[in-house]
């Protein structure tokens, strides 16, 4: 039994032309503590999967389950709030907020104060290479680059116990690279 686990997971979509089978009959189960990479060619299913896996959906057929729980039977904005934090591959960052204002924001609904939430923000821009002057930027006035390490930043601010990340280092540099890899390592 894993923390996150697949039973005969199945999720089809109707296009205006077409019956898409995104994903058929999966079946997973990932532990605590462990690092899994989804690897597969584009239009694979894998964004798709990732999707299920943060309660952004629900599956066609199977469950997706969360210790022991499937996630058709939760409250999926509690889900998505306490048990999981996605890394979008395009950033997903809030336009209007700041930088600072970006990464307090899972805390913050997590019922972390102002104060508390910024300082650690804080922290977190910088363990993931960013200066302190990025703290009030917004979004557009960063490269893609620094954009991405906003995300990732956002992510482990949310203190998620699992985080799902889409290409996390794919707009990164190698060394950049390996030094969120480790990051997110531990």
């Given at each position: 039994?894993?923390v996150l686990?697949?039973?005969d997971v199945?999720?089809?979509y109707q296009?205006?032309?077409?019956?898409?089978?995104a994903?058929?009959?999966?079946?997973?189960?990932f532990?605590?503590?462990?690092v899994y990479?989804?690897?597969?060619?584009?239009?694979?299913?894998?964004?798709?999967?990732?999707?299920?896996?943060?309660?952004?959906?629900?599956?066609?057929?199977?469950?997706?389950?969360?210790?022991?729980?499937?996630?058709?039977?939760?409250?999926?904005e509690?889900?998505?709030r306490?048990q999981?934090?996605?890394?979008y591959?395009n950033?997903?960052?809030?336009?209007?907020?700041?930088?600072?204002?970006n990464?307090m924001?899972?805390?913050?609904?997590?019922?972390?104060?102002?104060?508390?939430?910024?300082?650690?923000?804080?922290?977190?821009?910088?363990?993931?290479?960013?200066p302190?002057?990025?703290?009030?930027r917004?979004?557009?006035?960063?490269?893609?680059g620094?954009?991405?390490?906003?995300?990732i930043?956002?992510?482990?601010?949310?203190?998620?116990?699992?985080?799902l990340?889409?290409?996390?280092?794919?707009n990164?540099?190698?060394?950049?690279a390996?030094g969120?890899?480790e990051?997110l390592?531990?």
């Open positions: 039994m894993g686990e697949l039973r199945s999720y089809t296009t205006q032309y077409q019956k898409v089978e994903l058929r009959n999966i079946t997973a189960s532990d605590g503590g462990k990479a989804v690897v597969g060619k584009s239009g694979s299913g894998k964004t798709t999967l990732l999707s299920l896996l943060a309660g952004l959906d629900l599956p066609t057929e199977g469950e997706v389950l969360c210790h022991d729980v499937a996630t058709s039977q939760m409250k999926l509690q889900y998505r306490e999981v934090a996605v890394i591959q950033f997903r960052l809030f336009p209007l907020l700041t930088v600072a204002e990464v924001y899972p805390m913050e609904l997590r019922g972390t104060s102002p104060r508390e939430a910024r300082e650690k923000a804080k922290i977190w821009v910088e363990k993931v290479g960013l302190e002057t990025v703290l009030g917004y979004p557009t006035m960063l490269s893609g620094e954009q991405q390490r906003v995300a930043a956002r992510a482990l601010a949310s203190e998620a116990p699992v985080i990340a889409d290409e996390p280092t794919g990164l540099d190698e060394d950049t390996q969120i890899t990051i390592k531990e």
